[in-house]
């Protein structure tokens, strides 16, 4: 069972009864600069969100229909209202707690954890068996729900009925709609003068882009490009030259053991970033072979780590030996010794003078 499969009681409290109403965004990402709108723009934006969307006791996800009425009028439920408000019921006993009410990461537990739970309105998500930048499939958003996320606060929920699993995902799916949505029509409307109001035309183009994006995800799913090759001390070995000469010891240094390095930048949701320990085992985006084939191939949405699909494309099977290094780290199974090429150590010797002169300036030395 995960780590919140046990009594309601060991999760955190939060209110069963939806909120009133959702709350516009006070900043945009990604540097969450403040939001200035007039009272007018923010009114628009906000009946525009409730069509679409309806309110929290009421969620819909409404879509630009094929029928031949135009505007607002020609809308249809993507998904039937009674199944969101189910799912809302779900969500705010299951997951507010850490995903917060308005599904946006801030639960009464988010500020005890590390890393931090996601911010659903984002629409992004890191761990998809799609390419990089591409929605996840609902596959996968039931797969991290069943499965959990290890080395993180988010448990698996393994004992959730099938049909609340769908639910719970439906909600989530309209929580994401929304936010994005609404983070589009945010930045829309602070390009109009106080005058101008959005675009009908503009808007229901943008929910439009939004929709074809979750619908083409579900074609997008990658495969590996070549059979996964038996487990052996080779494969083992080639991986960890790889691992040093296409830069993956950049971020995961050496050892492996990420969290020894520097800072490695922010994600999507302006948190700091430092590279896995893969050491430590607890690979957040699933253990399964064809788990890291896919997190090395395309990379983590929303974060520093890069997709190597393109890079290593001429060269199919290193992606599978350094899955098996991953592996290898990650179990702490024996590791071949490797000659490194001597312009890599040297390079990395450089790399690591430099971030101790970074760290500790000489004397008299500032940073801007």
Request: hydrophobic share 35%.
């Amino acid at each position: 069972m995960g780590g919140c499969s046990g009594p309601d009681a060991l999760l955190p409290v939060v209110p069963l009864e939806p909120p009133p109403k959702y709350p516009l965004r006070k900043v945009l990402p990604p540097e969450n600069k403040p939001v200035e709108l007039s009272a007018a723009h923010q009114q628009q934006i906000d009946s525009y969100l409730t069509q679409f969307f309806g309110t929290p006791a009421h969620p819909l996800l409404r879509i630009p229909s094929d029928d031949e009425a135009e505007g607002t009028a020609a809308l249809k439920d993507l998904i039937p209202p009674e199944h969101l408000a189910e799912g809302g019921r779900i969500y705010r006993r299951r997951c507010a707690g850490c995903h917060g009410v308005y599904g946006d990461g801030n639960g009464p537990a988010a500020a005890y954890l590390n890393p931090k739970p996601r911010d659903y309105r984002r629409g992004i998500y890191k761990f998809t068996s799609t390419p990089y930048g591409s929605k996840p499939r609902r596959a996968d958003l039931k797969l991290t729900i069943r499965r959990g996320a290890i080395g993180t606060s988010m448990p698996a929920f393994r004992w959730l009925p099938e049909e609340e699993l769908e639910r719970l995902v439906d909600y989530i799916l309209h929580v994401s709609y929304r936010g994005e949505l609404e983070e589009a029509l945010l930045f829309m409307a602070a390009d109009l003068d106080e005058d101008e109001s959005l675009d009908e035309e503009e808007v229901l183009a943008r929910l439009n882009f939004i929709h074809q994006r979750w619908q083409q995800a579900q074609r997008q799913r990658v495969v590996p490009l070549t059979p996964e090759p038996p487990y052996t001390p080779e494969t083992i070995a080639k991986g960890k030259l790889a691992f040093f000469v296409k830069g993956c010891v950049k971020c995961h240094g050496p050892d492996g053991r990420g969290h020894t390095q520097a800072n490695v930048g922010k994600d999507a949701w302006g948190h700091t970033v430092k590279a896995a320990d893969i050491t430590s085992g607890m690979l957040h985006g699933g253990r399964r072979p064809l788990d890291i084939y896919r997190r090395i191939f395309s990379g983590i949405n929303g974060t520093p780590m890069p997709a190597f699909g393109n890079q290593l494309a001429q060269e199919p099977e290193t992606v599978w030996h350094l899955v098996h290094f991953v592996i290898a780290l990650a179990n702490q199974d024996p590791i071949p010794e490797v000659k490194i090429p001597e312009e890599v150590l040297k390079q990395l010797e450089a790399d690591a003078a430099a971030r101790a002169q970074e760290n500790h300036p000489a004397e008299g030395e500032t940073h801007p």
